[in-house]
């Protein structure tokens, strides 16, 4: 699958979501994650828009915020070490701003 660079706008090779979830065989919470992360196109997905997603069928809307937090960074370690010989990685966004997609092994902290 061919898409374009957010920032550049040039194309480049990328895998489908549905594709990355299958190859790296991931399901509920780390395939939500995913879901909501690449459905940002690269740009910074706020954290409370993962958590909406994460626990969307919650109908407390999820436990406390430190334990939302706890499952996200772990969810995000799990994604990253099953992706990463894809090239693709799910990387905290400058400034606090929530987390991106990084695609093609520059997964650089910031932007």
Known sequence: MTTSCPCCKQAVAAP???????????????????GVIW??????VRTERIFDAMYADDPDGGPSPT?????????CRRLNSQLSSAGIAVVPA???KGYRLSL??????GS
Do not use: C, T, W
């Not at 489908?16 to 995913?34: P, Y």
């Open 16 to 34: 489908s979501l549905e594709g990355a979830i299958a190859s790296a065989r991931l399901d509920g919470l780390e395939a939500h994650v995913l």
């Open 39 to 44: 459905k940002g196109k690269g740009h910074p």
């Open 67 to 75: 334990v939302m937090y706890a499952a996200l960074h772990k969810a």
């Open 94 to 96: 400058y400034f606090r």
């Open 104 to 109: 093609g092994g520059n997964h650089g902290q």
